[in-house]
């Protein structure tokens, strides 16, 4: 229905220029979304954030739910990992990744779209708790397993290297130390595939219980518990 931006500003270090070109941005994506930005509350920070509160109105009838998920499904991915790994290695290095960029910006709403018109009742984000985090949440509210094909989850360029390289998170290995009591690995799966799996997104995409036409299928819901990484 409508956002407003909420906005923490070091005055004194950044230009106020870079801010108005912030706003700019998110503006746009709004725009993009169909939303209007209706103002904002901003406040002197000595680290820059920015954000929005978004009010909407959901159908109930139209949810997708992440304890809804029924076994015997594939489960589809809607936008590549490494967000977490080139921002880590960003902040660190100053490099800029463009392909993180897209990935970040891009709205999940064909996607979600898509998958509502197709039937598709069971969904999650995949953002903070990466990927394995997510998919444990989903699996554990609806009593259903999963199997989980590494080799088949797409990658942001770059995002190996910044592995290979130690850009890795905090909130990365949070997740990995997390669920790890819920996973079962196979042969040749390793502690590095494990972390680009937990890899901690901002503006992630949608784990879909459901195929999706042009997003890769990743693995598969099961009966059981826990998630087998193969």
């Known amino acids: 229905v409508v956002a407003i931006n909420l906005v923490g500003w ?10 108005t070109e912030v706003l700019r941005g998110g503006l746009a994506v709004a725009q ?8 904002g509350h901003s406040i002197d920070d000595p680290e820059p954030k920015y954000g929005m509160a978004v009010t909407g ?24 990992l490494g967000v977490g790994l080139l921002n880590n290695r960003h902040k660190r290095t100053g490099e800029v990744f463009d392909d993180a960029i897209a990935t970040m910006v891009g709205l999940n709403r064909d996607a979600a779209e898509a998958a509502l018109s197709l ?21 554990r509210a609806s009593g259903v397993g999963a199997v989980l094909d590494r080799s088949a989850v797409p990658m942001i ?7 290979r390289d130690g ?22 799966v390793t502690e590095d595939d ?20 042009g997003h890769p299928v990743i693995g598969h819901t099961v009966a059981g518990s826990g998630i087998d990484v193969v």
């Open 10 to 19: 070091p005055r004194e270090t950044l230009p106020l220029e870079l801010m």
């Open 32 to 39: 993009q979304a169909g939303c209007p930005v209706i103002g």
């Open 157 to 163: 360029a770059g995002a190996h290297e910044a592995l």
């Open 194 to 213: 494990l972390l680009l799996l937990a890899d901690a997104q901002t503006s992630g995409g949608l784990l879909v219980v459901g195929e999706l036409p």
């Open 57 to 80: 109105v959901a159908d109930p009838n139209k949810l997708l739910r992440n304890d809804a998920a029924q076994p015997g499904l594939p489960l589809t991915l809607t936008k590549p």
């Open 119 to 139: 039937g598709v009742r069971a969904a999650t984000d995949v953002t903070g708790f990466g990927l394995l985090g997510h998919l444990y949440k989903m699996c």
């Open 167 to 188: 850009y890795v998170s905090g909130g990365t290995r949070r997740n990995l130390d997390w669920v790890r009591p819920h996973l079962r690995t196979g042969p040749g």
